[in-house]
């Protein structure tokens, strides 16, 4: 499988703190890659870098091959980021967010207009097209925050904990959507500090605590580091394991 984007040595220090500690991923095409961290482990500031949104304090991402940064105008649009913070606006209609961020991919007139509709259908939100963001539920949100990502059919999709605070439904509808982009030929981030989730749709998982990445491996290929016996190991125990930290406190 090809490379479709790597990072080298990146690295991102707020101050003095190092949030990111030289980094280096390799994501092939075709994957569900996991990153799987606690609150605070770097798991959004190493997103935010990938997509270009923070700038590295050392390092750099190589997307299709070519340093990201000094690309972007040619890649920018081979990437969907759905953002852990949502970024819509209440004050617009469902269709609107959607054109207002497929538009910036320079999609226009019948196109964008097919692709909106698309975008709403894709996210179950086609029969809300016209109601205000800020009518919502949060799980409506944050499928409307996915349509938002997706209208100019990205190579990379990257999902930042997309399901925090939803409920059931919402979730399993996102899960099962990300799959299933995956199937048509989408390459996936997924971020989370949820290990059933990773579990259940990452074909590779790295660990991530501290700004390091810990270890990288197939779910089996992880309990196997700390256990002969797979099958009577979580995930959240190789983690325990790993880093002497629960994943999440319940
Ligand atoms: N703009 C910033 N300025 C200073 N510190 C920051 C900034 N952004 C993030 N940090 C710090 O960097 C660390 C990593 O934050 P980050 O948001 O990347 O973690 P995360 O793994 O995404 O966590 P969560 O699961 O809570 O989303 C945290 O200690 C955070 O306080
Ligand atoms: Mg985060």
Same mark, same amino acid.
């Given at each position: 499988?090809?490379?479709?984007?790597?990072?080298?040595?990146?690295?991102?220090?707020?101050?003095?703190?190092?949030?990111?500690?030289?980094?280096?991923?390799?994501?092939? *095409?075709? *994957?569900?890659?996991?990153?799987?961290?606690?609150?605070?482990?770097?798991?959004?500031?190493?997103?935010?870098?990938?997509?270009?949104?923070?700038?590295?304090?050392?390092?750099?991402?190589?997307?299709?091959?070519?340093?990201?940064?000094?690309?972007?105008?040619?890649?920018?649009?081979?990437?969907?980021?759905?953002? !852990?913070?949502?970024?819509?606006?209440?004050?617009?209609?469902?269709?609107?967010?959607?054109?207002?961020?497929?538009?910036?991919?320079?999609?226009?007139?019948?196109?964008?207009?097919? @692709?909106?509709? *698309?975008?709403?259908?894709?996210?179950?939100?086609?029969?809300? &097209?016209?109601?205000?963001?800020?009518?919502?539920?949060?799980?409506?949100? &944050? @499928?409307?925050?996915?349509?938002?990502?997706?209208?100019?059919?990205?190579?990379?999709?990257?999902?930042?904990?997309?399901?925090?605070?939803?409920?059931? !439904?919402? &979730?399993?509808?996102?899960?099962?959507?990300?799959?299933?982009?995956?199937?048509?030929?989408?390459?996936?981030?997924?971020?989370?500090?949820?290990?059933?989730?990773?579990?259940?749709?990452?074909?590779?998982?790295?660990?991530?605590?501290?700004?390091?990445?810990?270890?990288?491996?197939?779910?089996?290929?992880?309990?196997?580091?700390?256990?002969?016996?797979?099958?009577?190991?979580?995930?959240?125990?190789?983690?325990?394991?790993?880093?002497?930290?629960?994943? &999440?406190?319940?």
């Amino acid at each position: 499988m090809a490379v479709l984007l790597k990072t080298n040595d990146l690295t991102k220090k707020y101050g003095k703190k190092m949030v990111v500690d030289n980094l280096n991923i390799e994501i092939e *095409e075709g *994957e569900v890659f996991g990153l799987l961290g606690p609150n605070g482990a770097g798991k959004s500031t190493t997103m935010n870098m990938i997509c270009g949104i923070v700038k590295p304090t050392l390092g750099n991402v190589e997307f299709m091959g070519k340093d990201f940064q000094k690309n972007r105008k040619e890649l920018i649009d081979k990437l969907g980021f759905i953002p !852990q913070e949502l970024a819509i606006h209440g004050n617009l209609k469902a269709w609107e967010n959607v054109e207002l961020f497929t538009s910036l991919y320079g999609i226009k007139g019948a196109e964008l207009k097919e @692709r909106i509709d *698309e975008s709403l259908e894709y996210v179950g939100l086609i029969e809300k &097209r016209n109601d205000y963001a800020k009518t919502f539920s949060g799980g409506m949100k &944050r @499928r409307l925050n996915i349509a938002c990502a997706i209208g100019h059919h990205p190579k990379l999709m990257i999902f930042d904990e997309p399901t925090v605070g939803i409920d059931p !439904q919402s &979730r399993n509808f996102i899960l099962d959507k990300i799959k299933d982009s995956n199937k048509k030929g989408a390459t996936i981030i997924y971020t989370s500090h949820y290990m059933e989730e990773v579990e259940a749709i990452c074909t590779r998982i790295a660990i991530m605590d501290n700004g390091k990445i810990i270890a990288t491996g197939t779910s089996d290929e992880l309990k196997k580091m700390v256990k002969d016996d797979i099958s009577s190991i979580t995930l959240e125990e190789v983690f325990l394991t790993m880093t002497g930290k629960k994943l &999440r406190d319940y």
